[in-house]
C-alpha cells in the first residue's frame, strides 16, 4: 500500500480540530511538514501533534519537502491562489471551502489541476457524514417523491467569529454566505441531484445596529432563492449573528409524497390519510466525515476518478450569483 506524504497549509482551528487528526487515523497517510505565519500556532502544533518540519513560509516548505498532497485551510480569500500554486509544483490538493471566492478563480483553480494532472478536491465533509449518505439514499430511492423545493438554513446566534478574515467583504474573502453558507448550500445540491441552475434573488442584509463598523464590511445576514431548469428550487439563509436562541443548522427536503430533514435524523412520507415517520439511522462524529473523504480523495488519485472538482465551482457560481442579485436588485441569470 502506497504511503501519502501530506503538508498541512494553514494550521487554524479546523486544521488541529478536524485534519491533523483525521489524516494521523489513515494508516497510508503521513504528515511530513506544517506551515503557519503565526509562530505560536506552529510552537503549539510541534508540541501536540508531534509535527517537526514547520516553515512560515509556504513556498520554503514546498521546495524542501518530498510530498504527495497539500492540506489547505489558509485565509478563505487564499484558497484559489494557494490550490494554483500547489498544483503548478505537481501536488495534489485538499482544500478547504470555499473552493474560491469568484466563479473565474475557480475555473483557473480547475485548469490548473488539468494541466499538471493532479487531483484537486474541496473538503465538502457534509457529504461524507452517515446520516447524509443515508438520507441521499432515502431521497434517491424515490421513498418521498420527487424533490421540487428545498430550505437549507444555517443561522447562527450571536456567533461572529473572532478572525478579521472571515469578516472581510465577500469578495476579498468571507461573510456568512461564502462561509458557512457554502456547506449547506452544496449539501443541498448534492441531495437534489445536481441540478442545472437557470437564475437567483438574493438579498444580502449589512446591519450597523450590530454595535461594529468594521463589522459591516459583510453581510451579517444573507438569503437567496435559486431556480433550477428543472423546476426545482432552493432557498438559503445564512447568518453569523441571528438573534435566535439557538443556532439553527438544517436543511429540509420537500417530495411530491413526503419530507426529509437534515441531520435531525427523520423523515417523512405520507399516504392518503396516513404518516410514516422514520429514522435515518446513523449519525457519526464530525470527524469521521473528513476521514472518510481523505480516503475517498487517495481512491481517486490512485484510480485516476474525477474528485468532483466542477461541481465545486458550481457551488461558487450559485453564491455569486446570489450576491449579483442583491448588489444589482435585479434576477441573476446563468449564461
Not at 134 to 150: P, T, V
Not at 282 to 303: G, N, S, W
Not at 306 to 335: C, G, M, Q
Request: charged share 25%.
Amino acid at each position: 500500500m502506497k504511503e501519502y506524504k501530506v503538508a498541512l497549509l494553514g494550521l487554524g482551528d479546523i486544521a488541529q480540530a478536524f485534519h491533523i487528526p483525521a489524516i494521523q487515523s489513515i494508516d497510508n497517510c503521513r504528515i511530513i511538514a506544517a506551515c503557519d505565519i503565526d509562530l505560536k500556532v506552529l510552537e503549539i502544533v510541534e508540541e501536540k501533534y508531534n509535527i517537526k518540519s514547520l516553515y512560515l513560509d509556504y513556498r520554503d516548505m514546498l521546495d524542501s519537502e518530498s510530498l504527495d498532497i497539500v492540506l489547505i485551510s489558509t485565509p478563505n480569500k487564499l484558497h484559489a491562489e494557494h490550490s494554483t500554486y500547489c498544483l503548478g509544483k505537481g501536488l495534489n490538493v485538499l482544500v478547504e471551502k470555499p473552493f474560491a471566492l469568484n466563479y473565474e478563480e475557480s475555473v483557473q483553480t480547475e485548469n490548473a489541476a488539468i494541466a499538471n494532472n493532479k487531483s484537486i478536491m474541496c473538503l465538502h465533509h457534509n457529504r461524507f457524514k452517515e446520516c447524509s449518505i443515508q438520507s441521499k439514499k432515502i431521497i434517491d430511492s424515490g421513498l418521498i417523491g420527487g424533490i421540487f423545493y428545498a430550505k437549507a438554513s444555517i443561522l447562527l446566534s450571536d456567533n461572529m467569529p473572532k478572525k478579521p478574515h472571515y469578516l472581510d467583504n465577500t469578495r476579498i474573502g468571507g461573510g456568512p454566505l461564502y462561509d458557512v453558507g457554502y456547506h449547506l448550500i452544496d449539501l443541498a445540491w448534492w441531495m437534489m441531484g445536481k441540478p442545472k441552475p437557470e437564475y437567483a434573488l438574493g438579498k444580502l442584509f449589512k446591519h450597523e445596529s450590530l454595535g461594529n463598523n468594521d463589522i459591516s464590511k459583510c453581510e451579517d445576514f444573507a438569503i437567496g432563492n435559486i431556480y433550477f431548469e428543472n423546476g426545482k428550487t432552493l432557498f438559503i439563509e445564512a447568518s453569523y449573528s441571528a438573534k435566535i436562541e439557538d443556532d439553527l443548522i438544517e436543511c429540509t427536503f420537500f417530495g411530491e409524497e413526503g419530507s426529509l430533514t437534515w441531520p435531525n435524523d427523520y423523515f417523512v412520507r405520507k399516504e392518503k390519510n396516513n404518516i410514516l415517520k422514520l429514522k435515518v439511522p446513523f449519525r457519526d462524529k464530525p470527524v469521521l466525515a473528513t476521514v472518510k473523504q481523505i480516503r475517498y480523495f487517495l481512491k481517486t488519485i490512485e484510480e485516476s476518478l474525477n474528485p468532483y472538482i466542477e461541481s465545486s465551482s458550481i457551488v461558487v457560481r450559485l453564491i455569486e450569483k446570489i450576491i449579483e442579485s442583491s448588489d444589482t436588485k435585479k434576477i441573476a441569470y446563468f449564461k
